[in-house]
């Protein structure tokens, strides 16, 4: 099968096409044919090595984890699924291929209505998205401040943020200022003068942050706060040296949750935006633009 690998950690220029031996899946296990990948920031911080002393990799490795595709094998006592269903979900082998493995138990059916990309860019974000939510305690009649409300975690957020009741204010630039006000957010462009520009519009105050950019505005957030309490970063590294919360830990991967919200998204009452999708032999590309951290919703690779 055609796989994207890396042998050693790098630029995206150590990404590579090579073909690989199909895998053959184990007891408990699936094997799923992908066709749709979703390209997350974590994928290049594992692969640039940033990620190492979190999330060990044995190289060479397959990037990614997060699939939509089509049951093609099972492993011995699997009973959930059959050949043939149509999932979306978390796969235990590398995603940038033709081919993965998964446990059943973290893959929710694909509504027919839900097309691949837009299927496999809603796990990783939507399980963050709930996760972070939940660390912050956001509840109704409170004020949240997304950084980051455009992109793939941040669009997810805002929506089941509003959802829970809670007043968004969300920065993104100057492109999809419109973008995040259709998410039902108020929306706001990074840059200068950040902290008075968010007084302007919440002056009863903030009551928690999340940060899905790593831009740079955690000072700006503690200064809103006035407190490293109920603010939580996804992207910015410095969390620690700051006393922010940084919340890359383990994913719940409910595929209940994942589910409804694929129905959600099958029914347009929950929007999931590709950014843009590329063939996987142009992993690295999708892999350049991720890491600069620009652009709008998700990233997707197209297997064939």
Known sequence: MKAIVFDTFGGTEVLHETDIEIPQPGPGQVRVRVHAVGVNPVDGKIRSGTMEAIFPTPLPAIPGGEIAGTVDALGEGVTQLKIGDEVLGWSDTGSYAQYALANPTVLA??????????????????????????LLDIKAGETLLIHGASGALGTIAVQLAVARGAHVIGTAGPANQDYVTSLGATALTYGDNLVERVRALAPQGIDAVLDAAGKGALEDSITLRGTTDRIVTTADFRAAELGIVFAQGPQRRSAARLAELARQAADGTLTVTVGATYPLADAATAQQVSDSGHGRGKLVLTVS
């Open 109 to 134: 059916p694909k509504p027919a209505t839900l097309d691949w990309t837009h299927a496999a860019a809603l796990p990783v974000a939507s399980d963050g998205a709930e996760r972070v939510l939940d």
